[in-house]
Structure formats: C-alpha cells, structure tokens
C-alpha cells in the first residue's frame, strides 16, 4: 500500500517540478487547452470552406456552374432538401475530406493564373474539368451521391418504368450513380458524346 502511495505521490511530483519555468501539469494542461481550441478553429474553417457562400465567392463559379445548378433538383425541389457543392464534390469523413481540401488548393491555381477567368475560357476548359470530376467519383464509386441516394431505399413504385429499369440494371450490374448521370446538376460539355447513345 505504501509503494502504491510512494508511486503516486513520485508520478504527481514529476508533474508538478517546475521545468525551467512551469510546472509539467501546467504545461500539459495548457497545451491540452491550446489542442482544443486548435483543433475548433481548424474545425470551423474547414467547414466555413463547405459553405454554398464561400464555393460560389469566386465569379468562375458563381456565373457559370452555380447559375446551371440553381436550375436543377438539387437546388429546388419539392421537399425542400438541397445539395449544395461540398454535398457531391466534398467525402463526409474526415480523412477523405482532408485529403480532397488538400487537392482542391490545386484547383484554386486555376483562379490565380486567369485559366477559367472569363465564360469562353470555362467553356472551353468545361470537359476536362468534367473528365476530373467523372473520373473522381467514379473511382469512389459515387460515394457522395450514397450519402442521399441509395438503391435499395428507392421506392421503385414511385419512379417511373424507365428509371426503375435503368435502377434495377445499375444495381444488378454493380453501376454507381455516376455512370448515368453526368449533367444532373451541371451542364454537359458541349465535347461530350454518351457512349449508350448509337
């Protein structure tokens, strides 16, 4: 028992000696309160970044993919449910989402250089932008789209009898929302040729 209160007593008083100025507890302590707001205001600039208001604060977005999608579902429907950017092109967990904010810095050169400053410029730029973004959430398997939309809580009944043709043969071939619908929230370049179309 007294080994026990000896190995308590010896664990707090290296705690509590001073290191040159501050006592370790104290250095903990603070660091551990410094970690916390760190971490908060690191936390809340990121999600300051998935807000619809700083996606469109540049012009190149806001006059030409913003004023597409204000013209789809996803912007206004009948529930009232909206999917604004960081909803399709942002992943939800943590890691992902760092890894693609870390990604998106690239993008911002695009701004820096003038590359997309004008319509014409988008415009012409428009399939290869599109071609990244297809190719990305392919790869993920549309995961984003997942995070709203899922195959087995369609109510098939509801659709109509293409959509539930096309949902049953999606699923039954391992399809992911991508593969259908490009352009459901953008425009399609004018490039682009849809290879079930003959």
């Known amino acids: 028992m007294n080994d026990d209160i000896s190995k308590k007593t010896g664990f707090w008083a290296i705690l ?22 760190f971490w908060g205001g690191f936390n809340t600039g990121m999600e300051a970044t998935n807000k619809l208001e700083f996606c469109i604060g540049c012009h190149e977005m806001r006059d030409n993919v913003y004023m597409e999608y204000k013209e789809t579902i996803h912007y206004s429907n009948r529930t009232g449910v909206r ?34 400053d004008t319509r014409e410029k988008f415009e012409a730029k428009r399939i290869v932008l599109a071609t990244h973004e297809w190719d990305r959430m ?13 195959f087995d809580a ?17 699923k039954k071939d391992g399809k992911t929302c991508i593969d259908c619908h490009k352009g459901i929230a953008h425009l399609l370049p004018k490039e682009y040729k849809d290879p079930n179309e003959d």
Not at 16 to 37: D, N
Not at 138 to 150: D, I, M, Q, V
Not at 154 to 170: F, G, T, Y
Request: net charge positive; with cysteine.
């Open 154 to 170: 369609m109510d098939s009944r509801k659709q109509k009898p293409k959509a539930q043709l096309n949902h049953a043969e999606a």
């Open 83 to 116: 999917a604004v950017c960081s909803d399709c092109h942002v992943p939800h967990e943590w890691g992902r989402k760092m890894l693609r904010k870390a990604k998106a810095v690239f993008e911002v050169w695009g701004k820096l250089t003038g590359d997309i």
């Open 16 to 37: 509590r000696r001073p290191s040159a100025k501050y006592s370790l507890l104290t250095l903990l302590v603070v660091g551990f309160i410094a970690g916390i707001v």
């Open 138 to 150: 392919k790869a993920s398997g549309s995961r984003e789209c997942f995070n709203c939309h899922n």
